[in-house]
C-alpha cells in the first residue's frame, strides 16, 4: 500500500470513527401496544428526532413493556438504565400526589379543562420531575374514561362485588367506594385477565377497550367521560444535558411537534374508537341519571381525599385549574 493509498485508508477510517462516536442511542420503554396511538405517536417522534439530527440522536421505542414493565418504567429513566420513558401519570399518585390529578373523577371531563389542568399541574410538575434528575419533555391525554362492564347498570350499587381491575391508587379507590372488588392488573396483562375471569369490569377509554380486544369478554361501555389521564414522556435530565445544543434544540422541537399531534390524534380516535367498538359488538351506553349522580358523589369524595394529602400544593393547582 502507498503512501497516497494509506492516506486515504487512514483518512475513512477517522470519518468513520467520528461518526460513529457522534451518533447517540436512546431507549426509550413504553407500556403499551405498538399498535396503539400513544406508540405510534413516539415512533413518529423518533423518527422526527432522527431526521432533524441527521441520524446523530437515535431513539428506539420498546412498546408494550417490552424492556420495562409499566410501574418500572420511571424508575429506569431515574436511574439512567434507559434515558427516556413514557408512564401514565396518575400510576405514581402514591410517590407525589400532585401526580394523580388528572385520574380524579369529574374534576376535568373534556379535552378542553384536561388542557387546562395540564397547564396548572404543569409548573410544579417541572420542578417535582426536575429533583428527580428528570425532564417532562411532552404529555397526551387517553380520550375520556367510561366503565366496561359484563352486565347492565343504572346505578353505582350494581357494580357491588364486582371484580374490578384497578391500574392505580385512583382506581382503586373508586373499586372500594362503590363496593366493588379491586384487582391489580396492567395494561399488558389487562385481555388474558379477562380471559380467565380475573376482572368482571373495568374503567377505561374506547382505545384501551379496542387494544385489548375487551368486546369479546364485555359487551356494555358506559360513556361516562369521568376523566383524561395522561401519558408523560420523560427524559433523564444527564442524558439530556450531554447532548449538543442543536441535538437538545431537536429533541425539545420533536416533543412539542409530538405533544400537539398527540392531543389531536387523541381526540380523532375517540370518536373511531367508539365506532369501533360498536362494530364488534359492545353496547355503547349513556350513563343512566342514577349512575351519574353515584359517580360525581364518587368523585367528590375522592377530591377530598386528595386534597387532604397533597395540601397547599394540590389546593394551589386545583384553585389555578378553576381559574381558567
Not at 470513527?17 to 431507549?27: P, Y
Not at 368486546?215 to 358506559?222: G, L, Q, R, T, V
Request: aromatic share 8%; no cysteine.
Amino acid at each position: 500500500m502507498n503512501l497516497t493509498q494509506r492516506s486515504i485508508v487512514t483518512a475513512a477510517l477517522l470519518a468513520w470513527a467520528t461518526t460513529a462516536s457522534a451518533q447517540t442511542k436512546w431507549d426509550l420503554p413504553a407500556a403499551y401496544p405498538a399498535t396503539n396511538f400513544h406508540s405510534e405517536n413516539l415512533v413518529q417522534f423518533a423518527a422526527d428526532v432522527d431526521k432533524a439530527t441527521a441520524g446523530k440522536l437515535k431513539i428506539t421505542v420498546h412498546a408494550n413493556a417490552s424492556l420495562f414493565k409499566a410501574p418500572e418504567i420511571k424508575r429506569a429513566v431515574q436511574g439512567g438504565q434507559a434515558q427516556m420513558g413514557e408512564i401514565l401519570l396518575a400510576n405514581y399518585q402514591n410517590e407525589w400526589q400532585i401526580f394523580g390529578a388528572d385520574g380524579l373523577p369529574f374534576l376535568a371531563d373534556s379535552y378542553d379543562a384536561s388542557m387546562k389542568l395540564y397547564k396548572a399541574q404543569k409548573p410544579v410538575m417541572d420542578k417535582k420531575l426536575g429533583e428527580q434528575g428528570l425532564m417532562l419533555l411532552y404529555s397526551v391525554p387517553w380520550p375520556p374514561q367510561g366503565i366496561y362492564v359484563k352486565k347492565p347498570i343504572t346505578s353505582a350499587a350494581d357494580l357491588k362485588g364486582v371484580k374490578w381491575r384497578a391500574y392505580s391508587p385512583a382506581t382503586a379507590r373508586i373499586a372500594e367506594l362503590v363496593g366493588a372488588q379491586p384487582v391489580t392488573v396492567q395494561a399488558a396483562e389487562l385481555q388474558q385477565a379477562m380471559a380467565t375471569g380475573v376482572i368482571e369490569s373495568y374503567m377505561s377509554s374506547g382505545s384501551t377497550g379496542y387494544d385489548t380486544k375487551t368486546y369479546e369478554h364485555i359487551k356494555y361501555w358506559y360513556d361516562t367521560q369521568a376523566w383524561l389521564p395522561k401519558n408523560a414522556v420523560l427524559v433523564n435530565k444527564a442524558a439530556f444535558d450531554a447532548l449538543d445544543k442543536p441535538t437538545q434544540a431537536a429533541l425539545l422541537k420533536a416533543g412539542a411537534d409530538a405533544e400537539t399531534r398527540g392531543w389531536a390524534t387523541s381526540k380523532t380516535k375517540n370518536t373511531e374508537y367508539i365506532e369501533l367498538l360498536k362494530k364488534n359488538g359492545m353496547n355503547i351506553v349513556a350513563p343512566p341519571a342514577q349512575l351519574t349522580t353515584d359517580m360525581k358523589k364518587v368523585g367528590d369524595t375522592m377530591l377530598k381525599e386528595w386534597l387532604e394529602k397533597a395540601g397547599p400544593e394540590g389546593q394551589a393547582v386545583v384553585d389555578a385549574y378553576r381559574k381558567m
